[in-house]
């Protein structure tokens, strides 16, 4: 999941990957769940 929103990041994240994903966990999976079902719903719809 977070590989999937590095590589659709609209602006380049000022860290290394690591710290994206550590920072995504921080926030909670469940809070993230939302945008990921966007995201998924966008790839199925090819945008």
């Known amino acids: 999941m977070v ?3 590095w590589h659709c ?4 994240f000022a ?4 710290v994206f994903a550590e920072n995504v966990v921080a926030g909670g999976l469940v ?3 939302p945008a990921l ?9 090819g945008r």
């Open 3 to 5: 590989g999937l929103f």
């Open 9 to 12: 990041l609209r602006e380049p």
């Open 15 to 18: 860290g290394r990957r690591e």
């Open 31 to 33: 809070a993230a769940t």
């Open 37 to 45: 079902k966007v995201l998924i719903g966008q790839i199925l719809a």
